[in-house]
């Protein structure tokens, strides 16, 4: 009676392999940890942004240390303030009260009727678009995005910008680059409510600013 025995196991290969995997391991860790200690840096870079008589709002008001903004149905609230550079870091906190609805940072602006912003939904998707009076024109389309928080948990969004490219997170996570976005006296928040008889609200606070 013959018996079949199994084929050794290569050990060098196996050794190549659990080593790769390692190194693998340790790469992703390492990509991990120094995104966290950017964000760290980051967060110790911005300041507050104080919402005094230099915002300008509509559809919405300042409520403590917190701007709540109010858009009626098919219509945007949006807040703007002055922006002498370029060059900064733009950031808040986002919570939804009454979804559906979309808010964001707006990145510039010359009115508010001409500016160009980085939008989340309360149902997991971001976008970034121009709002040219009255209508949104993408530069990126609605894309769903994991890191976004839904059923009314806070998201954190941060705008990095840099002359004429903005760079955007969510919740400290690097989600889209967009260039061509030329430097305009304003920057702010915005909310659009889309949807008919539906009320929306929406609150900004922890607004910051940095280079």
């Known amino acids: 009676m013959s018996r079949h025995i199994p084929d050794q196991i290569d050990r060098p290969w196996w050794r190549m392999a659990v080593g790769s995997l390692v190194l693998m391991t340790s790469a992703v860790i390492s990509v991990a940890l120094l995104i966290a200690q950017q964000?760290?840096?980051?967060?110790?870079?911005?300041?507050?942004?104080?919402?005094?008589?230099?915002?300008?709002?509509?559809?919405?008001?300042?409520?403590?240390?917190?701007?709540?903004?109010?858009?009626?149905?098919?219509?945007?609230?949006?807040?703007?303030?002055?922006?002498?550079?370029?060059?900064?870091?733009?950031?808040?906190?986002?919570?939804?009260?009454?979804?559906?609805?979309?808010?964001?940072?707006?990145?510039?602006?010359?009115?508010?009727?001409?500016?160009?912003?980085?939008?989340?939904?309360?149902?997991?998707?971001?976008?970034?678009?121009d709002y040219r009076n009255g209508a949104w024109i993408d530069r990126t389309a609605w894309r769903a995005w994991p890191h976004i928080r839904r059923d009314g948990a806070a998201n954190v969004l941060r705008a990095e910008c840099r002359s004429d490219t903005c760079t955007f997170f969510v919740n400290d996570e690097w989600t889209w680059q967009e260039d061509e976005l030329t430097g305009t006296p304003w920057i702010g928040m915005a909310a659009d409510a889309p949807l008919a008889n539906a009320p929306f609200e929406v609150y900004f606070d922890q607004i910051s600013r940095g280079p």
Do not use: C, K, N
């Open 39 to 129: 964000g760290q840096a980051i967060e110790m870079t911005l300041r507050p942004e104080p919402l005094d008589e230099q915002w300008t709002v509509q559809s919405g008001e300042v409520e403590a240390d917190r701007l709540v903004l109010r858009p009626a149905a098919h219509s945007i609230g949006l807040a703007l303030r002055p922006s002498e550079s370029t060059t900064f870091t733009w950031q808040t906190r986002i919570t939804f009260q009454r979804p559906p609805g979309t808010a964001g940072l707006i990145v510039q602006a010359d009115d508010t009727e001409h500016f160009s912003a980085f939008l989340i939904s309360s149902d997991g998707y971001f976008r970034v678009s």
